[in-house]
């Protein structure tokens, strides 16, 4: 586990640092995270996840942008969480915070349902992965269902054959790689319809 | 009764189809009318007026956002199209009818509840939905580049039995002023900027009591300002189009949504067609529309491919002059030349045909008689119809060649595989049509199509080319009638002339003949 620190910046706010790198900008961690969220445009459901805690100041940003909406937010390094819980206290009951340690521990996650049945939207800020920018990637792949590993969890009332997907390494699937299975797979004919009809959207 | 229309092409597209869904209010003024279109034409419905009840999204960019989009759950927009289907099959529809005829619509036809689906669907695994002939017509010549003889509004109204009127010109009052829609949604349907520059001011110069102005779109203004300047521009959304195009007295345009709205307010229009414009299949459909094309092989080209040729030659080949002319035509009240008196009477041979709900049914000759008479006079058809019969005669010999060369079904079923060689004289008969490029009108299409189509079994090519001969089979003979009974039409036209009176078509007993014209025999 890489050593994570603090460092209080002009604004009295504790910025992090992983292995010498900081998780936020330091001049203004405020505006870095608003402008982040400007970005973001319309969030399609209710319930989002955020790979990625950081100095949590991205995550205040949602949750002061769009107050209806339930922010969980995924993140392996302990040690930000309690600063994060302490310079934000009144978002305790707002942002829940989902510690994941290895990918595949996600899928065991309680939140995990919430993803699957809400289909949640899942946001990235980059800016706060440091040193764990290939598991993050892992675990937002992993969370939109674009893994060969997560799709047997995302797929799982529809009954389709996995073994039927091929699946080039590192690729991330679309659903243009899980129309054939689809097509394959002994399943409702009017949700393979509507499979088909997502086909057509994507030629 | 409920009815829900499918409408899921572009905005034009749409605003096209406004008179089937003003014929489909008519037709049923009691049933509650929904249209499903996509969001991103919500604006439409300002300019539908009355002719439908609800207005349901389909909203394709979100859609297409959700696949395309990493942050995404992958099963998003599967959650979407599953709650719209949801809350269409809610709905209890008595009637779903898809006017837009593509994959998509119908594999969305296909999961919507409905008591009576009309038009292309898909269930089962299989597309079905083409449950006529004009609907079969219309799937052959609108899912590729063929031609097509009947207009797209005039094609899903016969198809679905929607009575559709052309619209009439309207009274208006002359306000001398001339409008130009400049921009289309593709450079390579746009006529060009300058040359409309210098119709504006070659229209000014030559009629000066006449205002020119340029139609725009909010995002066009940056573009147009280029040419034009501020004061010449009317930039405005769907509904201020509309109102200026009720106080024009014409519209030069391009392949836009505008012309269309303006076919139904019945302001006359100058269409330029360039690029992948196909007037045929998405002309104005207006009595009052005069359609002016790039006279240069490579047009129309394909909608999907960039322009081929170094410049822009279709646009070239319109000049200014060529266009000021049909505007001079139409501020004038000059007559617009009747339309081509062959493809009149090829539209007369194939409604005849498609009007047929069976091979067996006599087709309605007399009907289709006083129709074209309403359109064409007796003289002008005279001087026609030795060629047209001609022509019969050329498709009658590729017919009986084609049969002669067409091996035996039991041939091609004790072959175990297929070899192009196998039906190498059809091949070349097939070649031979599309060579001698007289076949206009599409009668061979079936046939052509019919051997370039990829067969598993040796034995289905003799199937679907033998089907495509028996339909050029039924249609040739319909030809061939309509023409005698022109033939006597024109034969009993004299006769009346001398005061013989009228006299039986189907001949004399006594003679045990007819009074058809014997090419053989010049006597009667």
Avoid at chain 1, 148 to 163: A, R, T
Avoid at chain 2, 150 to 172: C, M, N, W
Avoid at chain 2, 292 to 307: D, F, K, L, R, Y
Wanted: proline letters at 3%; charged letters at 25%; aromatic letters at 10%.
């Amino acid at each position: 586990m890489s050593m994570i620190t603090f460092s209080e910046n002009h604004e009295s706010s504790l910025i992090p640092f992983e292995e010498g790198e900081a998780l936020a900008s330091l001049r203004d961690p405020r505006a870095e995270g608003l402008k982040w969220v400007y970005s973001l445009g319309t969030i399609p459901t209710p319930h989002v996840v955020v790979v990625g805690l950081g100095s949590g100041f991205h995550v205040a940003a949602l949750a002061d942008i769009d107050p209806e909406l339930q922010i969980t937010v995924v993140e392996s390094r302990e040690a930000l969480i309690p600063v994060f819980r302490s310079q934000f206290p009144e978002l305790e009951d707002r942002v829940n915070i989902a510690v994941v340690q290895e990918d595949h521990d996600l899928f065991k996650a309680d939140f995990f349902q919430d993803v699957l049945s809400q289909r949640s939207y899942v946001l990235s800020f980059r800016e706060c992965w440091g040193q764990q920018t290939s598991f993050f990637s892992q675990v937002f792949a992993h969370l939109t269902g674009r893994t060969l590993e997560s799709v047997k969890y995302h797929f799982e009332e529809f009954g389709i054959n996995i073994k039927a997907l091929y699946l080039e390494p590192n690729k991330l699937l679309s659903i243009k790689d899980i129309i054939p299975v689809v097509e394959a797979s002994a399943m409702v004919e009017e949700k393979k319809q509507i499979f088909r009809i997502l086909g057509e959207l994507v030629k | 009764m409920k009815i829900l229309v499918l409408s899921l092409l572009r905005l034009g597209d749409i605003i096209q189809q406004a008179p089937l869904l003003k014929g489909l209010r008519e037709k049923h003024p009691e049933a509650e009318i929904h249209l499903l279109l996509n969001r991103q034409f919500a604006s439409v419905e300002k300019v539908l007026e009355g002719a439908v009840d609800r207005y349901i999204y389909f909203d394709r960019e979100a859609l297409q956002k959700g696949l395309g989009e990493s942050s995404y759950n992958i099963l998003w927009s599967y959650t979407q199209v599953e709650k719209l289907v949801g809350e269409l099959n809610q709905e209890s529809y008595d009637v779903a009818i898809n006017l837009t005829h593509n994959k998509l619509s119908a594999y969305l036809m296909g999961v919507i509840q409905a008591s009576q689906k009309r038009g292309l669907y898909q269930e089962e695994g299989r597309f079905k939905g083409l449950s006529n002939r004009w609907l079969r017509y219309f799937n052959d010549r609108f899912s590729g580049s063929q031609k097509s003889l009947f207009h797209y509004v005039e094609l899903l109204g016969k198809a679905f039995d929607i009575p559709v009127q052309t619209p009439l010109a309207a009274s208006r009052k002359k306000n001398k002023l001339v409008l130009l829609q400049c921009l289309t949604s593709d450079s390579k349907k746009n006529w060009g900027l300058e040359r409309y520059f210098d119709l504006k001011r070659t229209i000014e110069v030559s009629l000066v009591d006449y205002e020119v102005c340029v139609l725009g779109a909010s995002f066009e203004r940056e573009t147009l300002l280029k040419v034009f300047s501020e004061k010449d521009l009317l930039i405005c959304d769907l509904p201020e189009a509309r109102k200026h195009l009720q106080n024009a007295d014409l519209l030069v345009t391009g392949d836009t949504s505008i012309k269309h709205m303006a076919a139904q307010v019945g302001t006359p229009i100058v269409e330029i067609a360039v690029g992948s414009s196909d007037p045929l299949k998405t002309g104005a459909y207006s009595s009052q529309a005069v359609i002016i094309q790039g006279e240069v092989a490579c047009a129309p080209c394909s909608h999907s491919q960039a322009c081929s040729q170094n410049s822009h030659l279709c646009a070239e080949d319109v000049t200014v002059e060529k266009v000021f002319a049909a505007v001079w035509d139409q501020l004038s009240g000059e007559k617009i030349l009747e339309r081509n008196l062959f493809q009149t009477l090829e539209r007369a041979v194939w409604s005849l045909y498609l009007d047929k709900a069976r091979s067996d049914v006599e087709p309605f000759y007399r009907e289709a008689i006083a129709e074209l008479l309403s359109k064409v006079s007796l003289t002008a058809l005279n001087a026609v119809l030795p060629s047209w019969e001609q022509q019969s005669l050329g498709y009658r010999s590729w017919l009986e060649n084609a049969k002669k060369v067409l091996p035996a079904r039991e041939v091609l079923a004790a072959k175990r595989s297929f070899q192009s060689s196998d039906v190498s004289e059809l091949i070349l008969c097939a070649q031979d049509i599309l060579k001698s490029k007289k076949d206009e009108a599409g009668y061979f299409q079936t046939f052509v199509e019919a051997l370039l189509s990829r067969f598993s079994q040796p034995v289905q090519i003799y199937d679907r080319v033998h089907a495509a001969l028996m339909e050029i089979e039924e249609l040739l003979t319909i030809r061939e009638a309509f023409i005698r009974h022109l033939q006597s039409l024109s034969t009993e036209g004299a006769y009346y002339a001398k005061g013989i009176g009228q006299l039986s078509i189907g001949g004399f007993e006594e003679a045990g003949k007819g009074l058809q014209r014997d090419l053989e025999n010049a006597e009667l």
